[in-house]
T-cell receptor
Framework: KAGVTQTPRYLIKTRGQQVTLSCSPI?????VSWYQQTPGQGLQFLFE???????NKGNFPGRFSGRQFSNSRSEMNVSTLELGDSALYLC?????????????FGEGSRLTVL | AQSVTQLGSHVSVSEGALVLLRCNYSSSVPPYLFWYVQYPNQGLQLLLK??????LVKGINGFEAEFKKSETSFHLTKPSAHMSDAAEYFCAVRRETSGSRLTFGEGTQLTVNP
């Protein structure tokens, strides 16, 4: 069974640009969550989508947005990039049901903002 | 708000020695608790989870953790460290009502010396 796939793995952008990251969850999983990981702030929750609807949202500015498609694939977008957006962005999928299922993480997309 | 605190950002042990990574949670109700491991340039992998079924939880790679409500702790242990255990370990908490959202601790970098 294929794991969570994130693309691209590495990317470099300049301040002011925007970026779109993609996440393909494990087949059959309906929940996709996004996390930002930085040395200073650690792992922080961005948002979660379940069946194309945002179910939870973390404390990030509106420049960070996401969406989920009918096939459960998800994208997140960061507009007007700032230096502080440099981070590893992790996507995780789960079945999303009412029970406490495991989160399966992808290997991440490492974004560097210059 | 739910939170977890990991005591010790860096822990160093000798190969074959006991591994003890500490995690305390703050919660007014019994939470769901997790330990994840992250190897360099990789995503997070679930080691084990506590979902109130049993207070002593066994995970992969010989790790286990004990939920102690009186101490609000969920420390991770392994009787004998192996070189391959060197990684960063994260404790995380999740509320039943928060969907798949996890709140992570700051992480503990484990070094295993030969």
């Amino acid at each position: 069974k294929a794991g969570v796939t994130q693309t691209p793995r590495y990317l470099i952008k300049t301040r002011g640009q925007q970026v779109t990251l993609s996440c393909s969850p494990i087949s059959g999983h309906r929940s996709v969550s996004w996390y930002q990981q930085t040395p200073g702030q650690g792992l922080q929750f961005l948002f979660e989508y379940f069946s194309e609807t945002q179910r939870n949202k973390g404390n990030f500015p509106g420049r960070f947005s996401g969406r989920q498609f009918s096939n459960s694939r998800s994208e997140m977008n960061v507009s007007t990039l700032e230096l502080g957006d440099s981070a590893l962005y992790l996507c995780a999928s789960s079945s999303g049901g009412g029970f406490v299922g495991e989160l399966f993480f992808g290997e991440g997309s490492r974004l560097t903002v210059l | 708000a739910q939170s977890v605190t990991q005591l010790g950002s860096h822990v160093s042990v000798s190969e074959g020695a006991l591994v003890l990574l500490r995690c305390n949670y703050s919660s007014s109700v019994p939470p769901y608790l997790f330990w994840y491991v992250q190897y360099p340039n990789q995503g997070l992998q679930l080691l084990l989870k506590y979902t109130s079924a049993a207070t002593l939880v066994k995970g992969i790679n010989g790790f286990e953790a004990e939920f102690k409500k009186s101490e609000t702790s969920f420390h991770l242990t392994k009787p004998s460290a192996h070189m391959s255990d060197a990684a960063e370990y994260f404790c995380a908490v999740r509320r039943e009502t928060s969907g798949s959202r996890l709140t992570f601790g700051e992480g503990t970098q484990l070094t295993v010396n030969p």
